[in-house]
């Protein structure tokens, strides 16, 4: 089993930056692909982006593309998610999830809340 920590979430102007941190453990984390979702009060949740173990393939919501990148540094075990020129509507719970494939999530943290000020 793979625990998921994700961090970074706060206040945040509109047109403000801002980057998430998950950190992930467990003995099975090597290959696993990590995935970013969010959940805003009252809507379902959305998928945000996602990168593969080696990073070389990434996939972003159609939202959050352009806005937002997204990153890994294995030897941390670490993803990143730079969020860039943000939106009142991005204001969600950021959750960060994980698996074995793309579309598998195995993992998922407990979320860190980000919020947009208009």
């Known amino acids: 089993q793979v625990q998921l920590v994700e961090s970074g979430g706060g206040l945040v102007q509109a047109g403000g930056s801002l980057r998430l941190s998950c950190a992930a453990s467990?003995?099975?984390?090597?290959?696993?692909?990590l995935n970013w979702f969010r959940q805003a009060p009252g809507k379902e949740r959305e998928f945000v982006a996602a990168?593969?173990?080696?990073?070389?393939?990434?996939y972003y919501g159609v939202s959050v593309s352009g806005r937002f990148t997204i990153s890994r540094d294995n030897a941390k075990n670490t993803v990143f998610l730079h969020m860039n020129k943000l939106k009142f509507e991005d204001t969600a719970v950021y959750y960060c999830a994980g698996g074995r494939q793309l579309g598998v999530y195995d993992s998922w943290g407990q979320g860190t809340q980000v919020t947009v000020s208009s």
């Open positions: 467990g003995r099975t984390v090597s290959g696993y692909v």
């Open positions: 990168i593969n173990w080696s990073g070389d393939a990434t």
